[in-house]
T-cell receptor, first 113, second 115 residues
Framework: KQEVTQIPAALSVPEGENLVLNCSFTDSAIYNLQWFRQDPGKGLTSLLLIQSSQREQTSGRLNASLDKSSGRSTLYIAASQPGDSATYLCAVRGSGGYQKVTFGIGTKLQVIP | DAGITQSPRHKVTETGTPVTLRCHQTENHRYMYWYRQDPGHGLRLIHYSYGVKDTDKGEVSDGYSVSRSKTEDFLLTLESATSSQTSVYFC??????????????FGQGTRLTVV
């Protein structure tokens, strides 16, 4: 059974700081890994999708890396802004069967002005 | 944004009553999923569908049933709601791997309260 862990559970940083969110998964047989953002009371917004054959993806100030063999991914946020405050979720999509997507519990980020 | 609509967005119901949540997509994606999100548990898969009339159970399927009679609609039914089913429910869609478009898209969620 796939398990996804996100560390830390919560993070508070001053505006402008660079930060790293971590995600680990137990089964390396994945098809892809996706990072989402969730604002309070809202749905999930996809940030970055990394296919299993890729090592990283970048979008603006966000950079996600994937080390499938070690079961790890990181989300790097450069020059953090108060608008980045949200919960960040990591999800892995299995490569077998019905392509089940398994989520971590998330990291709640607060960026202090 | 992917065309996913969940209805209703909010519902309060009494214990023992049946409840149906609807997910409607305009993307013609093959896969559809129902998740619930609870504090401390993250998102957990309830049921999923891999085509019209093709559905299967997820990890927390007890007390829930689903139906998919059309590509665009995926219904989640609580046959007899219990307080433990108070949660936020999310619908998600994704295309098959063969299409190379494997990103998952989520609806805005339905907040269900069972009193």
């Amino acid at each position: 059974k796939q398990e996804v862990t996100q560390i830390p559970a919560a993070l508070s940083v001053p505006e402008g700081e660079n930060l790293v969110l971590n995600c680990s998964f137990t089964d390396s047989a994945i098809y892809n890994l996706q990072w989402f953002r969730q604002d309070p009371g809202k749905g999930l917004t996809s940030l970055l999708l990394i296919q299993s054959s890729q090592r990283e993806q970048t979008s603006g100030r966000l950079n996600a890396s994937l080390d499938k063999s070690s079961g790890r991914s990181t989300l790097y946020i450069a020059a953090s802004q108060p608008g980045d405050s949200a919960t960040y979720l990591c999800a892995v999509r299995g490569s077998g069967g019905y392509q089940k997507v398994t989520f971590g519990i998330g990291t709640k980020l607060q960026v202090i002005p | 944004d992917a065309g996913i609509t969940q209805s209703p967005r909010h519902k309060v119901t009494e214990t023992g009553t049946p409840v149906t949540l609807r997910c409607h997509q305009t993307e013609n994606h093959r896969y559809m999923y129902w998740y619930r999100q609870d504090p401390g548990h993250g998102l957990r898969l309830i049921h999923y569908s891999y085509g019209v009339k093709d559905t299967d159970k997820g990890e927390v399927s007890d007390g829930y049933s689903v139906s998919r009679s059309k590509t665009e609609d995926f219904l989640l039914t609580l046959e007899s709601a219990t307080s433990s089913q108070t949660s936020v429910y999310f619908c998600a869609i994704s295309e098959s791997i063969a299409s190379m478009n494997t990103e998952a898209f989520f609806g805005q969620g339905t907040r269900l309260t069972v009193v």
